[in-house]
C-alpha cells in the first residue's frame, strides 16, 4: 500500500486541472496541508456530497478494498469514516469529531498508511457561501512519531488530498469525478 501511495503521489504531482493545495507547515513531528477550492453548488449541497456520497468522488486508488464504495461517513459525532473490506473486515479510516450540515465538518485519525504509522490528524472541511457557490477550505493536520520524520510524509499526502478534493469539486460541478 505505502509503495502504491508514493508512486500515485509522485504521478498526481505532474496531474494538470489540481486543486490549488500547500503544505503550509512541515517539521519531524508533523505536517499541515491546506486545499482551497470554489464549487458551483450550495453549501448544504457540497457539504451532502462529502458526507452521504463519499464513494463517488473518492478515488478507489486509495482505499484498501480497491473499491471507493466501500466508504461511508456516519453522518453523527463519533461517526465512522469506514471501509467495508472482504470476509466481513472493515477498517476505521477517521472519526467524526464536528459536524455542522452545511458550514463543517472535522474528523480525527490517520487517512491510509498514516493508520498503521501512530499518526494521528484532523481533516477539516469548512464551507462558506461564495457567491452562488461554496468556498471549501480543507486542512489536514497530522503529529506522530517517524523514525524519518513524519514531514517525509507531507508531499505524498498533499498530493493524495488535493487529488481527492480535485475529484470532488469535478464530481459535483460536472459530474464526473475525473473530469479534466
Not at 63 to 73: D, E, P, R, V, W
Amino acid at each position: 500500500m505505502r509503495s502504491l501511495f508514493l508512486i500515485s503521489a509522485a504521478v498526481l504531482a505532474l496531474a494538470p486541472n489540481r486543486a490549488p493545495a500547500d503544505v503550509v507547515d512541515s517539521a519531524g513531528n508533523g505536517f499541515v496541508v491546506k486545499i482551497t477550492v470554489n464549487i458551483k453548488a450550495a453549501p448544504d449541497e457540497v457539504y451532502r456530497r462529502i458526507v452521504r456520497n463519499v464513494g463517488d468522488w473518492w478515488n478507489s486508488e486509495h482505499t484498501f478494498s480497491g473499491n471507493s464504495h466501500n466508504l461511508k461517513i456516519e453522518e453523527k459525532p463519533m461517526g465512522c469514516f469506514c471501509e467495508t473490506l472482504p470476509n466481513n473486515g472493515g477498517i476505521r479510516h477517521m472519526e467524526v469529531i464536528y459536524l455542522a450540515p452545511g458550514k463543517g465538518l472535522i474528523l480525527n485519525g490517520g487517512l491510509g498508511p498514516l493508520n498503521s504509522i501512530a499518526a494521528a490528524g484532523n481533516l477539516t472541511f469548512q464551507l462558506s457561501p461564495d457567491g452562488g457557490g461554496t468556498k471549501l477550505d480543507v486542512s489536514y493536520a497530522v503529529t506522530g512519531y517517524l523514525k524519518a520524520g513524519m514531514n517525509t510524509w507531507a508531499t505524498p499526502v498533499d498530493n493524495m488530498l488535493t487529488e481527492q478534493i480535485t475529484r470532488l469539486k469535478n464530481y459535483i460541478d460536472r459530474g464526473d469525478p475525473a473530469a479534466k
